[in-house]
């Protein structure tokens, strides 16, 4: 059974950084595309970034660009979302997703078919 497993959301000041990993049970990651959603109450699930299997940033939500990044631990079978200079606007439940393909195609979460249980991240004084 393929399954998405995240860890490391918690709580951060302003300013701060926090890594969050997304590790995958029953298939490889390099064969896949994924991307990274959050999702806050009353709002629906909104893309971010997306890792495609060659190893590019794709940008989704501008907000993020220049202070999220991920890498890949092959040995692992891990990707790592890596969050600077957080906001309190950050402030959400994060999600890795993966696609059935290599590319990344979409921010959109229908385009995702594997999804991790989600991480809480909180960004406050």
């Known amino acids: 059974q393929e399954q998405l497993v995240e860890s490391g959301g918690g709580l951060v000041q302003p300013g701060g950084s926090l890594n969050v990993s997304c590790a995958a049970l029953?298939?490889?990651?390099?064969?896949?595309?994924v991307g990274w959603f959050r999702q806050v109450p009353g709002k629906e699930r909104e893309g971010l970034l997306c890792f495609s299997a060659a190893g590019f940033h794709i940008y989704y939500k501008e907000s993020v660009r220049g202070r999220f990044t991920i890498s890949r631990d092959h040995a692992k079978n891990t990707l790592y979302l890596r969050m600077n200079n957080l906001k309190v606007e950050d402030t959400a439940v994060y999600f890795c997703?993966?696609?059935?393909?290599?590319?990344?195609?979409?921010?959109?979460?229908?385009?995702?078919?594997?999804w991790g249980q989600g991480t809480q991240v909180t960004v406050s004084l």
């Open positions: 997703a993966t696609a059935r393909r290599f590319d990344c195609v979409s921010g959109l979460p229908q385009f995702y078919n594997t």
């Open positions: 029953g298939f490889t990651l390099n064969n896949h595309a």
